[in-house]
């Protein structure tokens, strides 16, 4: 396959860019509160402190999701031992490029202003953009290492758009709620990842075999990125939550269930092993599975305990996914799933959306009092007379919309990739680096051995390329 992408990725990423550039000319415009005229606002509404700008309200939760999306995402995936530029790199272009589009697609669904046809984007708009985008990295995980960055940013485009559209189903015209994103941004992002992964399947990717394994070094910059992710998980699941309580619920209720995976992802990696070590695939991945699976019900009352329970499950099912699940996907399915988003964010995802069905629909005055009830569900205009009841099956129906958006359009953008035009690289050279980057010469380690009669030094070089291939070179230099 011809990988050479010198003409091809330089024209998307500028036509994309000028794009971006004009439609953004068009149809986008400060808001209120972050536009020039604050202090007319300010003034109007007798507002008497700028710290009453929603940016004071934000900005500290969109700082640790925008941690999430460009420094967590990044170096989990960066566990290939030769595969950490492309990890890294094409997560930080997919996520530069996507947010940009987000702006755009969300706001057309979402804000566009009827009288002026412009979209007014303040915080908010940010974090809902850097959520979009973390569905479109998940899906990366299930294609990391097998596809060109042409690829990448096709799939961006696309996944960007079903996002749009779904979450204006899921959020606007079904009235869920998803504040974390279980069924929005991880059931959708999970499945659109694994339908396009099953469109791409290679029946011979063994051949790129020795390079699909982690190094010592390369699973501890992954790790790196799972702590990232779990320390500021609960700002990501309470970051668009209203102010108040159902924020403040929603970082305590994540905080637990990712405390409590931890324990159950250890206890059970370990008894995975004859010899009871643990495995370091399971502890950068299912320890995160609480927090995902906790994003549509973190707002809810499901009561301390409850979120203990969640993270106890989540952990137990997203490692036994790892061991017994994946293996099933590849040979049975053909499913080649690089970095196990099925058991991370697919799976967690639909416990999540069920979670989030039942809490709902078995919520009442006597726990949430009337007007918390009122609140928490957003029961008010055209949803004043909804039930917990029907709100309990419109959540549910929310996650089968995530879950036919995820497959189907993964299939139909899965299709589209397939074609033989995006420089996409072959069996033998998948999980390398050196496909798409200039990678710099290989350590050298030296060993030098003097014979001092002689007045000369014998050197040996030993060149790690990585630990599969290393060569020796001798030569002598005279002292």
Known sequence: MNTNIRLTLPVVCFVWQIA????????????????????ETKAHDNITSDIENDFYFRYPSFQDVHVMIFVGFGFLMTFL??????????????????????????????????????????????????????????????????????QLLVMTLFGVTLFAVEEYIILNLLHARDAGGSM???????YYGLSISRVLYRPN???????????YHSDTFAMIGTLFLWMFWPSFNSAITDHGDGQHRAVINTYLGLA????TTVAISSLSQKTGKLDMVHIQNSTLAGGVAL???????????????????????????????????????????????????????????????????????????????????DFTGD??????????????????????????????????????????PADQNCFDDEVYWEVREPATHHLLFTIQPLGCAIVFNLVSRDELQTSFEIYIEFL
């Open 20 to 39: 971006m550039i004009i439609l953004f000319g068009v149809f986008i415009r400060y808001d209120e509160e972050s536009d020039a005229h604050w202090v």
């Open 295 to 377: 994003g549509t019900a973190a707002e809810f009352m499901i009561s301390p305990y409850g979120a203990l329970i969640v993270g106890f499950f989540c952990g137990i099912i997203s490692t036994m996914g790892y061991i017994f699940i994946s293996p099933f996907l590849e040979k049975t399915l053909k499913i080649q799933d690089t970095c196990g988003i099925h058991n991370l964010h697919a799976m967690p995802g639909v416990i999540g959306g069920i979670v989030g069905a039942i809490t709902a629909a078995a919520a009442s005055e006597s726990v949430y009092g009337k007007q918390g009830l009122i609140n928490t569900f």
């Open 184 to 190: 929005v941004i991880h059931t959708f992002g999970g």
């Open 81 to 150: 031992k030769r595969y950490s530029f492309g990890a890294v790199g094409f997560n930080f272009l997919i996520a530069s490029f996507g947010l940009q589009w987000a702006l755009l697609m969300q706001g057309w669904f979402h804000s566009l202003d009827p009288q002026t046809g412009k979209i007014f984007i303040g915080i908010e708009s940010l974090i809902n953009a850097d959520f979009c985008v973390a569905g479109c990295l998940i899906a990366y995980g299930a294609v990391l290492g097998k596809v060109s960055p042409v």
């Open 260 to 263: 409590s995976t931890v324990l």
């Open 205 to 215: 990717l063994h051949q790129s075999k020795r390079m699909q394994g982690s190094v």
């Open 383 to 424: 949803f004043k007379d909804r039930t917990v009841l029907t709100q309990g099956g419109y959540q549910a129906a929310g996650m089968c919309v995530s879950i036919v958006f995820g497959v189907v359009g993964g299939a139909i953008v899965g299709s589209i990739l397939k074609l033989p035009i995006w420089g996409d």
